[in-house]
């Protein structure tokens, strides 16, 4: 039911605001459409390892995945250039792969290791690498959103050129910050895109209980700024959209709220078996499972071949394989060097 609802909406809104376009959509090329296929099956997958890993016990605290988010964590963050922010939340470890992160520093990064780059402070993403200019998530939800429009805001006083992709959950987007954010963007037309992952839940409580507007990108409607509803599952349309979104706030015509529909396919993380996500819904979302879909129109455009892709999978099990292997003979750090730099002296 919720499922058909959503797929009413996604199919009313979207043709007509993208034709709006001026010109600036782009078509993936061959070379894009496979790149795209890669990251989302290293995300698959390099969250696998990280389940099978916690299961063994090696993983220090929780263990989130964006099992159905793959398209749009990836498709989004694949707009962006080197100059370009990204400020991803905590089911987009597509967009730390797209934007140029290793796999071996997000190993070490979720197996909290010395040499990682929270110099194992942390066991998540919360962490910045200024040199891709990746800056991971604050768990506060919401809270990143100021940070990101402030980094828009210096990057337009700069003239960087430089735009700023920042992500929110369904349940994080009803925190204040989320539209104290927008309202300043808005007025002072900053580089921002900023995407709402719609996946249905906020940890248990469902989007019934969140919000009663048809979609969240009817918010936009309030600061004056473009709203597009998304099929999240769909890397094509992610793309499409979000680089329409970032050619927008470069050229500086301010923000655009994006919000991409998808289905949290796991727990809120590895603890949360997500015994009260209806069954049925699973099984429908299912059907529109990213990565499966993905490989599916690329064989069907003849895109990906058969060859290619056991090429892409013994290339992904061999850097998955060398990243364990690399993070696990890396050392914890000393409590000192866990605590130094923490707080203030
Ligand atoms: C301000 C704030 N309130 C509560 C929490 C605890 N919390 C962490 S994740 C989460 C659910 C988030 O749901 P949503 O925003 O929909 O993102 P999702 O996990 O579904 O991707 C909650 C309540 C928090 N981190 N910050
Ligand atoms: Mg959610």
Redesign the pocket.
């Known amino acids: 039911m919720a499922v058909a609802l959503k797929k009413k909406i996604i199919s009313r809104y979207l043709p007509k605001t993208i034709k709006k376009s001026n010109g600036v959509l782009k078509t993936l090329s061959k070379e894009q459409y496979l790149r795209l296929y890669y990251f989302m099956r290293l995300t698959r997958e390099f969250e696998e390892a990280i389940l099978n890993l916690y299961r063994q016990g090696k993983i220090v605290g929780g263990a989130?995945t964006g099992n159905g988010?793959e398209a749009t964590s990836v498709g989004s963050a694949f707009c962006l250039k080197k100059e370009d922010y990204l400020f991803p939340?905590?089911?987009d470890l597509g967009a730390h792969f797209a934007k140029g992160q290793s796999v071996r520093n997000l190993m070490l990064q979720h197996l909290g290791r010395a040499d990682s780059l929270t110099r194992g402070r942390d066991g998540t993403g919360h962490y910045a690498d200024p040199s891709l200019k990746i800056y991971g998530n604050i768990?506060?939800?919401?809270?990143m959103i100021p940070v990101a429009a402030g980094v828009a805001l210096a990057s337009k006083l700069k003239k960087e050129k430089s735009v700023v992709m920042t992500y929110?959950?369904?349940?994080?987007?009803n925190?204040g910050d989320f539209h104290e954010s927008l309202a300043m963007a808005s007025v002072m037309k900053l580089p921002l895109v900023l995407i709402i992952?719609?996946?249905q839940?906020?940890?248990s409580t469902p989007i019934a209980k969140q919000f009663i507007v048809e979609r969240l990108s009817d918010r936009a409607v309030g600061y004056g700024i473009p709203g597009f509803t998304i099929d999240g599952t769909s890397v094509d349309e992610v793309y499409r959209v979000c680089s329409e979104a970032v050619a927008r706030a470069r050229r500086g015509d301010g923000p655009t709220l994006i919000e991409s529909v998808t289905m949290?396919m796991h727990g809120?993380s590895a603890h949360d078996g997500a015994e009260y996500v209806p069954k049925k819904l699973l099984e429908e979302w299912k059907k529109k499972d990213p990565l499966v879909n993905t490989e599916k129109l690329l064989l069907g455009k003849k895109i990906l071949t058969p060859s290619i892709k056991s090429e892409y999978e013994k290339k992904i099990a061999d850097e998955l394989d060398d990243a364990v292997r690399f993070a696990l003979a890396n050392s914890y750090p000393s409590a000192e060097e866990a605590a130094a730099g923490v707080f203030a002296e």
């Open positions: 989130y988010n939340m905590h089911r768990s506060h939800l919401a809270a929110i959950g369904d349940g994080g987007s925190v992952e719609n996946n839940f906020a940890y949290r809120h």
